[in-house]
């Protein structure tokens, strides 16, 4: 119904009234908003938490949108600040299980359903979730909204409230890090 139609697009449908947009947007949005909240919170009852304030604030300033910038920049920067307010509160939550963790991990593609490879697809997303975790926050975070969100540099400068040197740094040096720490895969 709503395919082919901006993020923009359907944001000020849904502030001038049209429900049905809203439930685009979350279809479109809820799955890299929530890996991005149990990502950087580590848990995923509080990403729960956290993933539904985030959509509750954005229907609450669904009345002052204005296009500023891509839709996903304004929605990541709702979920970067509700993220930096729990950290205030009650800092960085402890990983719950590593199991649990891999609940969250984007699916690889199966080739085929041969169990081996569903260990070797796990064995990867469990190295990857680890290296991450081994990222300072800013720098995971970077990766976390470039990766989850589609955010440009530029758009995570705006969301985080940073510099867009900064930005790129952090990114920059998230990837040579993840790089390093897998570089045995390659």
Same mark, same amino acid.
């Given at each position: 119904? +709503?395919?082919?139609?901006?993020?923009? =697009?359907?944001?000020?449908?849904?502030?001038?009234? =049209?429900?049905?947009?809203?439930?685009?947007?979350?279809?479109?949005?809820?799955? &890299?908003?929530?890996?991005?909240?149990?990502? +950087?919170?580590?848990?995923?009852?509080?990403?729960?938490?956290?993933?539904?304030?985030?959509?509750?604030?954005?229907?609450?300033?669904?009345?002052?949108?204005?296009?500023?910038?891509?839709?996903? !920049?304004?929605?990541?920067?709702?979920?970067?600040?509700?993220?930096?307010?729990?950290?205030?509160? @009650?800092?960085?939550?402890?990983?719950?299980?590593?199991?649990?963790?891999?609940?969250?991990?984007? #699916?690889? &593609?199966? #080739?085929? &359903?041969?169990?081996?490879?569903?260990?070797?697809?796990?064995?990867?997303?469990?190295? *990857?979730?680890?290296?991450?975790?081994?990222? &300072?926050?800013? +720098?995971?975070?970077?990766? *976390?909204?470039? +990766?989850?969100?589609?955010?440009?540099?530029?758009?995570?400068?705006?969301?985080?409230?940073?510099?867009?040197?900064?930005?790129?740094?952090?990114?920059?040096?998230? @990837?040579?890090? @993840?790089?390093? !720490?897998?570089?045995?895969?390659?």
């Amino acid at each position: 119904m +709503q395919d082919g139609v901006s993020d923009e =697009e359907l944001m000020l449908r849904y502030r001038d009234g =049209e429900a049905g947009a809203f439930d685009a947007l979350y279809q479109r949005h809820k799955g &890299p908003v929530f890996r991005y909240l149990r990502r +950087q919170t580590g848990n995923a009852a509080v990403a729960e938490e956290l993933f539904q304030d985030v959509w509750i604030r954005l229907i609450n300033a669904r009345g002052d949108y204005v296009v500023k910038a891509r839709f996903t !920049t304004w929605l990541y920067t709702i979920a970067h600040n509700r993220f930096l307010d729990h950290v205030r509160t @009650l800092g960085r939550a402890e990983l719950t299980s590593f199991d649990d963790a891999l609940e969250t991990v984007v #699916a690889f &593609p199966a #080739a085929d &359903p041969l169990p081996e490879h569903a260990l070797e697809r796990k064995d990867l997303a469990g190295r *990857l979730l680890a290296a991450l975790d081994t990222l &300072p926050a800013a +720098q995971r975070e970077a990766f *976390l909204m470039q +990766q989850e969100g589609g955010l440009t540099v530029e758009e995570i400068a705006q969301a985080t409230g940073v510099e867009r040197e900064t930005a790129k740094s952090r990114l920059r040096y998230a @990837l040579a890090k @993840l790089r390093e !720490t897998l570089k045995d895969l390659a």
